[in-house]
């Protein structure tokens, strides 16, 4: 019998690279999308047409829904008896989440309680459920951030997947539930969403390579991240709902980078040197070669408040799960540009 698995947030970056892993594992995957007024289905298209379309035995199926509402959640949990939820739908970027709070909440809240209840109400079968906490729940907590680090989120993103990340404790506790949370440092990929400052800056990058025009308008350079890819993230994600009991775990790649260093080394692989002049928001990068400003530091992209810096230490599924990323950080950087300059070069044709 093959195993069922249902996503939310196929639309995603992880969710897309998810689906792709379980469906060469040859599970079922059921993925839940939310409606909208133009298709945004860009990041699942081949599997879709490999799976679903041209296949003689489908394994790969959509269904609307929205983790705002209970009922649709539940009806989906109900019709599809799977046998794994990964639940990666979330309102995911900080910056948006000071300006659509409740709505934050309630998505990235309030969502995985529906998916726990309907998880509990379920009799058929047990149902093991994945939830995709973060390194944001940190917040103002010093790195190296684990398991055992102290909660101190800093935006309603990060205030509500801790209530995401609380509630799933507490109905493995309390319900004899297999429920875990993988607490996900950055990762990123060519599939990363637009807004990102990774995707942000490789897209500028790549486009000022090809018309020496482009000006990267960006916010904070001084915070660090600690930038993993997806593709190891999301395998991860798999391993966690494997071992024998449920648990939660930092995955990370131990190693952190400032905004600005990961501009600089962008550009660099693009063959640009960028010289820093000014200060605060004043900074600019200047392209070395022609003098132009390439860099601007530009207030919009500020945020009420800031994660100054996040670096994870992944030794419990080191030692536990026996997970460590494959692809390091200067691998992730080119492969990114990579793929931005095979898209940006094949409009421009
Ligand atoms: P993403 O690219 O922003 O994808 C989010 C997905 O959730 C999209 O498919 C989106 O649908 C869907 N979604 C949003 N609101 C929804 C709602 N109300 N109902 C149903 N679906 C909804 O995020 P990602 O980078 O793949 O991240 C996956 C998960 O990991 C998220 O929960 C995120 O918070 C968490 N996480 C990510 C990172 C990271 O660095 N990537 C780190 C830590 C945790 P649309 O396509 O229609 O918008
Ligand atoms: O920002 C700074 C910004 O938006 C990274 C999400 O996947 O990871 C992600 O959240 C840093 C921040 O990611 C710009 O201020 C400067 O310090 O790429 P980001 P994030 O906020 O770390 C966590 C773990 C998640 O869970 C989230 O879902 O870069 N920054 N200038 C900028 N950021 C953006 N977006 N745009 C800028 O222009």
């Not at 196929?10 to 599970?27: C, H, R, S, V, W």
Request: aromatic share 12%; net charge positive; charged share 25%.
């Amino acid at each position: 019998m093959k195993k069922i698995a249902l996503i939310s947030g196929i639309t995603g970056q992880d969710g897309a690279y998810l689906a792709e892993f379980l469906l060469k594992k040859n599970y079922i995957v059921h993925g839940i999308k939310r409606r909208s007024s133009s298709v945004n289905n860009y990041r699942i298209d081949d599997i879709y047409e490999k799976f679903y379309e041209n296949s003689k035995n489908p394994s790969f199926y959509l269904h609307y829904g929205d983790v705002t509402d209970s009922l649709n959640i539940s009806e989906l949990v109900n019709k599809i008896g799977p046998d794994e939820i990964y639940n990666l739908a979330a309102q995911s970027h900080v910056k948006v989440s000071f300006e659509t709070p409740e709505y934050t909440a309630n998505a990235d809240g309030l969502g995985v309680l529906r998916f726990l209840e309907s998880i509990r109400r379920y009799k058929k079968k047990k149902i093991k459920f994945y939830q995709a906490s973060t390194s944001e729940m940190f917040g103002g907590s010093k790195p190296p951030q684990s398991e055992t680090t102290v909660f101190a989120p800093k935006s309603p993103y990060g205030a509500a997947k801790l209530y995401g990340h609380w509630i799933t404790k507490i109905y493995r506790e309390s319900y004899n539930i297999f429920a875990c949370s993988g607490i996900l440092f950055n990762h990123e990929s060519p599939l990363r969403g637009e807004t990102f400052v990774t995707k942000k800056v490789v897209r500028a990058a790549v486009k000022y390579s090809l018309d020496k025009k482009e000006i990267l308008q960006i916010g904070n350079l001084n915070a660090t991240r600690d930038w993993g890819h997806a593709k190891d993230y999301v395998k991860n994600m798999w391993m966690m709902l494997q071992k024998k009991n449920a648990d939660d775990y930092v995955i990370a790649t131990n190693t952190s980078y400032s905004v600005k260093k990961f501009i600089e080394l962008t550009y660099k692989y693009l063959g640009f040197n960028i010289k820093w002049t000014g200060k605060g928001l004043n900074e600019k990068g200047i392209d070395l070669k022609s003098g132009k400003i390439i860099v601007k530091v530009n207030s919009k992209y500020f945020r009420p408040n800031e994660v100054d810096n996040l670096r994870g230490n992944s030794n419990k599924a080191k030692n536990s799960l026996k997970w460590k990323p494959k692809i390091n950080f200067k691998h992730l950087v080119k492969e990114m540009i990579k793929y931005e300059l095979e898209l940006q070069t094949k409009k421009n044709r």
